[in-house]
């Protein structure tokens, strides 16, 4: 039996924006520094796209 203990964490971050420009800005940040490996985020901040009205989001990777 193999007695190798690899235990591995996964941290997760859930966070509401509230359409925020600014805590969308600090968000980043936030998930560098805690090294956040997911995150959930609801009413993200957007912007109206001036040609056909559709919301455009940055996408981190």
């Known amino acids: 039996m193999n007695n190798n203990n690899n235990n591995k964490s996964l941290l997760c971050l859930q966070i509401n924006l509230q359409h925020c420009k600014i805590a969308f800005l600090n968000l980043s940040q936030v998930l560098v520094e805690l090294d956040v490996d997911i995150a959930l985020i609801q009413e993200p901040y957007a912007i109206t796209n001036k040609f056909n009205n559709e919301f455009t989001y ?4």
Do not use: L
């Not at 940055?58 to 990777?61: A, E, P």
């Open 58 to 61: 940055t996408k981190y990777s």
